[in-house]
């Protein structure tokens, strides 16, 4: 952002340098369905409070993306799962690949949080500072339960593919 | 550990989503844009006005009477419409704002010069006027009368119609940066901290009142700079936030809490000026920021008018457009025109011809 003034070119050009992130972010959690409404919510804050966005804004963007679905989760609660089952459960008729990625799966199967952490170290690329900041929490937290979610997401990864690792012992 | 999220990452669901085209971008900014910056939301100077009412029911004040207010809830006003100033939709260089002021105003025809045949009428207008957003293409005006209402005379014979569309050969870009000229590139040049903003604005209005010959009231004169160019429709919301926020630094502030003007409620402000025929009263909506229009408010009886009559009213809007209409431009009488002295105020300072078309 080249320009401090808060006013509609700055906008503007917050506009043009983030709607990509964010659309990702979005399409990442609700899927190509719902995600331009998550945009546009998302950047309809940003106009309404231009002041209050952050410097660098993409971090302010995420949290208020996050706070969005969080807010709304009851609402997209349904559509979201309809995406996650669309996503598993291609349409007989759909083209392409029909297995889904197993990591997809273990990420459904993680506690909210932790898979949170990993998507937003994983696709958003961000620092545990800025994962701190979009979610609300200590840097310090961050880096333990990241740690903590890398673990589990590799016992589930590990159970996925080899289902026979985590049988019980006979 | 690095492994999961190098895997996650090639597992993005979002990878290969196309971003937005040019057009859907723009179209998105426009419906963003569109709308208001900061919601509605209970004014805070709607608070302070009735705390101070309060006062004065319970005996603790001055006592209660129903118009104006003076100073402090003034100033909550011009703040809380400052704070409230929406965002100016992004304007593509090649549009045009086109402001429009709708009013009334008083109207007088005398077609022999004998007092017997001179007429009066409330006249209502539409003035409006095409600004080129990037001053590089000349503007265009006009100005249409509507329904008259006599006030005086034997009402016949009607004024002339005249013809007010014009435009000149000069642009903008072409005009001095002084506040005769109240261009988006002058006025960009402005201060916009309020008591940098209101030493400014002091300056000038002392030099325009020392040019005129007239040592008016200063105060008076700073707050009349300030009207004329909230009104002209030229300055984006910061500087309309910036301006909001000086004028709330002048003493003599007046309050009128709920007036109407053609239709549209608001509340008014004006600077006490007891004893003088008539003052100039800004009328804006705090809760959306916005700068609704002017009321030329009788303070002292002349005329047909007594005091607390309004002389004359008008509301503005502002919006962008992308082009002047071809009608417009087919009826636009066309001038050329230098500046002949640019300290001067530009009624003044331009000398215009009419050009053949």
């Given at each position: ?6 006013d ?8 043009r340098a983030?709607?990509a992130?964010?659309l990702?972010?979005?399409?990442r959690r ?9 945009v546009?919510e ?11 966005v952050?410097e660098?804004p993409l971090p302010w963007?995420y949290?208020t ?7 709304h989760q009851?609402?997209?609660?349904q ?5 996650v089952r ?6 007989p008729?759909?083209?392409?690949p029909?297995v889904?990625d ?9 506690p ?9 170290t ?17 840097p310090?937290?961050v880096r ?18 080899d ?5 019980e012992?006979? | 550990m690095t ?16 971003t937005y ?17 900061v919601?509605r939301?209970?004014p805070?100077?709607?608070l302070a006005?009735?705390?101070a009412?309060?006062v004065?029911a319970?005996g603790?004040g001055?006592?209660l009477?129903?118009?104006?207010m003076?100073?402090s809830?003034?100033?909550?006003v011009?703040?809380a419409t ?7 939709p992004?304007a593509g ?5 086109k402001?429009?002021?709708q ?7 005398n ?6 045949h001179?007429s009066?009428?409330d006249?209502?207008?539409v003035a409006t ?6 001053g590089?293409?000349p ?7 509507g329904?008259?209402?006599?006030v005086?005379g034997p ?6 119609e005249?013809n007010n569309a ?7 870009s072409n005009?001095p940066?002084?506040?005769a ?5 002058f006025l960009a040049?402005?201060?916009?901290e309020p008591?940098a903003l209101i ?10 009142q020392e040019?005129?010959?007239?040592p008016a009231?200063?105060d ?7 009207r004329r160019i909230?009104v002209s ?5 910061a500087?309309t ?13 007046v ?5 109407t ?5 608001g509340?008014?402000i004006r ?6 025929g ?5 009328v804006?909506?705090p809760?959306?920021?916005?700068v609704?229009?002017q009321r030329h ?9 007594q ?13 962008l457009?992308?082009?002047?209409p071809?009608?417009?431009q087919?009826?636009?009488l ?18 215009c ?5």
């Open positions: 952002m080249r320009t401090t003034r808060r509609a070119a700055w906008f503007e050009a917050l506009y983030h709607h992130a964010v990702r972010y979005a399409v609700v899927g190509p369905d719902d995600a331009d409404d998550v546009a998302v950047f309809a804050t940003a106009w309404r409070r231009l002041a209050a952050g660098p963007l949290r993306a996050h706070h969005h679905l969080l807010h009851r609402a997209h609660a559509r979201v799962r309809l995406a669309l996503h598993a459960e291609p349409r008729d759909a083209p392409g029909a889904r197993p990591l997809l799966d273990v990420l459904d199967r993680l909210p949080d932790d898979a949170e952490l990993l998507r937003l994983a696709w958003e690329d961000l620092t545990p500072t800025d994962i701190a900041y979009v979610l609300g929490i200590a310090g937290t333990t339960r990241l740690h903590r979610a890398r673990q589990r997401a590799q016992t589930l990864l590990a159970e996925t593919l289902p026979a690792f985590c049988e012992p006979s | 492994d999961l999220i190098d895997r996650l990452r090639q597992s993005d669901p979002a990878e290969g989503v196309a085209d040019e057009l859907t971008v723009r179209r998105n900014l426009n419906a963003l844009t569109g709308t208001p910056r919601t939301r209970a805070r100077w709607a006005a009735a705390a009412l309060a004065a319970l603790l001055p006592a009477a129903p118009t104006p003076v100073n809830a003034a100033a909550e011009l703040t400052a704070e409230a100033v929406p965002a100016d992004v260089p090649h549009q045009y704002w402001i429009t002021e009013g009334v105003e008083v109207l007088g025809y077609p022999d010069d004998d007092p017997a001179a009066t009428w006249a209502e207008y006027e095409y600004v080129s957003v990037d590089t293409r503007n265009w005006q006009d100005k249409k009368f329904e008259l209402t006599l005086e009402g016949s014979p009607l004024p002339p005249h014009r435009t000149m050969d000069l642009t903008d005009l940066k002084v506040f000229y109240p261009t988006a590139a040049t402005l201060p916009q008591t030493a400014a604005l002091r300056a000038e209005a002392a030099a325009e040019q005129a010959g007239n009231d200063l008076a004169a700073t707050f009349d700079l300030i909230l429709g030229r300055a984006d919301a500087l936030s910036a301006l909001l926020r000086s004028t709330a630094q002048l003493p003599n502030l309050l009128d809490e709920d007036v003007v053609r239709g549209v409620s509340v008014g600077l006490d000026r007891s004893g003088e008539t003052a100039w009263e800004l804006l909506d809760a959306d920021g916005q609704l229009g408010v009788v303070l002292a009886p002349f005329g047909r008018w005091v607390g009559e309004v002389h004359s009213e008008s509301i503005f809007t502002r919006e457009v992308d082009a002047v071809q009608e417009l087919d009826r636009a066309r001038f050329t025109c230098h500046i002949e002295d640019p300290t001067e105020i530009a009624e003044l300072g331009m000398l011809e009419a050009a053949e078309r």
